[in-house]
């Protein structure tokens, strides 16, 4: 078979090769100026970051006959054996079918036996984690006391499985995710050199699917190459790797912070009808939704954007706040959940929706209340102020009753009323989700009770307060911050009115006739 995947084909062969590593390449090619090697090395860190190149590329380097800075030749027989896979001192062992004792104790044997034909036995075990207990105990053996000649490359990307015994005795390095700016101009390096042509868009696409892992890039690089013979762009690369297309996802949240019902369902049964899953959909939605958290808070890198996805939904970043985002996020989170174990994914994302459209209708029509009852409020402060200003020659009456003083009629308010800020501020540490429940619902303290009432019209939150669970974590709020206990009474839309009422409507009322001044409920 004479055709070599590009992965293989462009391995790094040297340290200066490694994409995205440079610190790692710096500290093992000074080692081996410097004549510092360990004994062994732990690589960590996700797949396609470079792990296993760089182990081959140390492995070559230290039996190199013509070191130059740190670098392997290449061109010795040392150098040569290894790059055509006939090297007898370099073992390859895949731990994750090789990881009983045994092969650890036929391992121990071979690394007492002198080299055959270069200065170092090299072991390079990948996927060490794999390795049973059993294993390990065997392997921490030689690790111990290895012979002058052996070297031990561990690679894994699970290192928390490595028992810290074996982490002791080795010199871990970590290998992050590649930038998608280091990999663009790799990715287009080798397109250059493989006669291919493609735009930077559908290069950025590869690069931003492949997460970080250059193997990955070059294998879905390799797949577009077989797709077409002409000019790969964006529209090509999104055929061969599916998801949504991100302008679909902007509109998608546009239609759904305008509360645009049917048009958003309508666009939900378009991806489905092209094959897409529901999965795909939200997971595209939760990277979407963070790329645009990161650019919230001013970290335009940290989005793994494209300049054009960047200035499209620049306006839905600067719409949305911060707090907003967040919420999202969370119930985006809560449905993945959901999904994982939900027979039907489809209906999971269409709750969704109609979940965020009911809560953003509710925290609108809380907003307009309050809006109306500030305003009713200050004119009526106004009226009173204006009133008690103006000079009279009339005597004035006796009052039945002694007015409240200012001092009074506020302690009176307060008797009524919670820190529900404080409150919510501290249900939001223990639960995003409950915060979202709670924050828009309104209260009144009466005696030992504590009155409820929901936004009319929006019956999840009604079902969500009725809960007893999260009755019962209000009150832990509520216990932490006033040291006061409640029983909880949730009102019925009816009995708002009459129950529930702010003093700065009551107050209201009285100025202006109960009959003029009520609260609508949208």
């Not at 340290?15 to 100026?33: H, M, P, R, W």
């Not at 009983?100 to 036929?106: C, L, P, S």
């Not at 998801?243 to 546009?254: F, T």
Request: hydrophobic share 40%.
């Amino acid at each position: 078979m004479s055709f070599k995947a590009l992965y293989r084909t462009y391995r790094p062969s040297r340290f200066e090769d490694l994409v995205g590593q440079e610190v790692i390449s710096t500290i093992l090619k000074n080692a081996l100026i410097k004549n510092r090697l360990s004994h062994a090395y732990l690589f960590c860190g996700p797949r396609g970051t470079g792990k296993t190149s760089s182990a081959k590329i140390l492995a070559k380097a230290v039996n190199c006959e013509n070191l130059e800075a740190g670098e392997p030749c290449n061109h010795c027989a040392s150098c040569l054996a290894m790059q055509e896979d006939r090297m007898m001192d370099v073992y390859e062992i895949d731990a994750a079918s090789n990881r009983g004792i045994e092969n650890m104790r036929e391992l121990k044997e071979m690394a007492f036996f002198a080299p055959a034909q270069a200065k170092y036995k090299v072991f390079i075990i990948d996927e060490v984690h794999m390795l049973t207990t059993e294993a390990f105990n065997a392997l921490l053996k030689i690790l111990e006391e290895p012979p002058a000649h052996v070297l031990f490359i561990l690679a894994t990307t699970d290192p928390d499985k490595v028992p810290l015994t074996v982490l002791s005795r080795t010199q871990r390095f970590d290998f992050k995710r590649i930038q998608n700016e280091d990999m663009l101009a790799h990715l287009r390096k080798i397109s250059q050199k493989e006669g291919v042509s493609i735009t930077d868009e559908a290069l950025f696409l590869i690069a931003d699917r492949a997460k970080g892992g250059l193997r990955d890039a070059l294998s879905l690089l390799d797949q577009a190459i077989s797709f077409s013979e002409g000019e790969l762009d964006k529209k090509a690369i999104r055929k061969i790797l599916g998801g949504v297309d991100e302008s679909d996802l902007i509109k998608l949240l546009e239609n759904l912070l305008a509360k645009a019902y049917n048009v958003l369902f309508d666009q939900l049964e378009t991806f489905f009808a092209d094959g897409l899953e529901a999965k795909t959909i939200l997971s595209a939605l939760i990277e979407l939704m963070r790329g645009m958290l990161a650019l919230k808070v001013g970290r335009p890198e940290g989005s793994h954007f494209s300049h054009e996805t960047i200035s499209a939904i620049s306006p839905l970043v600067e719409r949305l706040s911060l707090m907003a985002i967040e919420r999202f996020l969370t119930y985006f989170g809560e449905a993945m959940v959901q999904m994982r174990s939900a027979p039907n994914g489809q209906l999971v994302l269409e709750l969704l929706f109609s979940r965020l459209i009911i809560a953003q209708k509710g925290i609108a029509t809380y907003a307009n209340d309050l809006a109306r009852i500030q305003q009713v409020s200050q004119e009526a402060s106004l009226t009173t102020n204006k009133a008690q200003s103006l000079p009279s020659n009339e005597p004035v009456a006796p009052q039945a009753t002694p007015a409240a003083s200012p001092t009074q009629a506020k302690a009176q308010g307060m008797q009524n009323q919670l820190p529900w800020q404080k409150i919510m501020n501290h249900l939001d540490e223990k639960s995003f989700r409950l915060y979202g429940i709670f924050r828009v619902v309104r209260h009144k303290v009466d005696g030992e009770k504590l009155l409820l009432a929901v936004p009319q019209g929006d019956h999840f939150r009604l079902a969500e307060v009725k809960k007893e669970s999260n009755q019962e974590k209000l009150l832990e709020s509520i216990k932490a911050i006033t040291g006061r206990s409640f029983r909880i009474e949730v009102l019925e839309p009816s009995q708002k009115d009459d129950k529930i009422i702010d003093e700065s409507v009551k107050r209201a009322q009285a100025l202006y006739g109960a009959d003029k001044v009520k609260i609508k409920y949208d």
